[in-house]
């Protein structure tokens, strides 16, 4: 199996995850950020893409890339301020199943990123301040050992059921 792992991190929260699957994933394997992917993908059978929330959906630079993913096997992996299993979180995941329409989506993650503090109080001060303010502060930290965890356990429990 040839895996690539891409990733998109603004605050090296999502590189962190990124990290963890790179080393969790067996055979050959690749990674790097979004903006050095390969120009063909064809010669990948698991492609992992990580990405932080903007706007309740993956950022910019991920939106862009996952229309490409179409009859490709992929692994998402996203961090963001929301609690973990959130409606936020969910509906980020969800935004980022319809944008890779056509692919088949083995498995997802996300977790807890730490938000800067200049983000916090940007977003509080907006009029209507987003959903997932009351849980920025309890993403201080993370992704943690335990976090990171969970993922490599996620992802070896996927691998092993594919094969």
């Known amino acids: 199996m040839k895996s690539l792992v891409v990733y998109a991190s603004q ?89 890779a329409a056509g692919a088949e989506v083995s498995g997802t993650f996300s977790c807890q990123g730490e938000v800067s503090p200049k983000v916090l109080e940007t977003a509080a001060a907006k009029p209507q301040p987003p959903a997932w303010l009351q849980d920025g502060p309890s993403a201080k930290g993370h992704p943690d050992n335990n976090d990171l965890a969970e993922l490599r356990q996620l992802l070896a429990e996927i691998l092993s059921a594919s094969d």
């Open 11 to 99: 605050s090296g929260n999502t590189k962190k995850l990124a990290d963890a699957v790179y080393e969790a994933l067996p055979g050959d394997k690749q990674i790097c950020s979004l903006v050095d992917v390969p120009d063909s993908l064809a010669e990948f059978d698991l492609i992992a893409v990580g990405f932080w929330f903007q706007g309740g959906k993956p950022d910019m630079q991920t939106s862009q890339f996952l229309p490409k993913l179409a009859q490709k096997k992929i692994f998402f992996f996203a961090t963001h301020g929301a609690a973990k299993g959130s409606p936020h979180a969910e509906q980020g995941m969800a935004a980022a199943k319809e944008m």
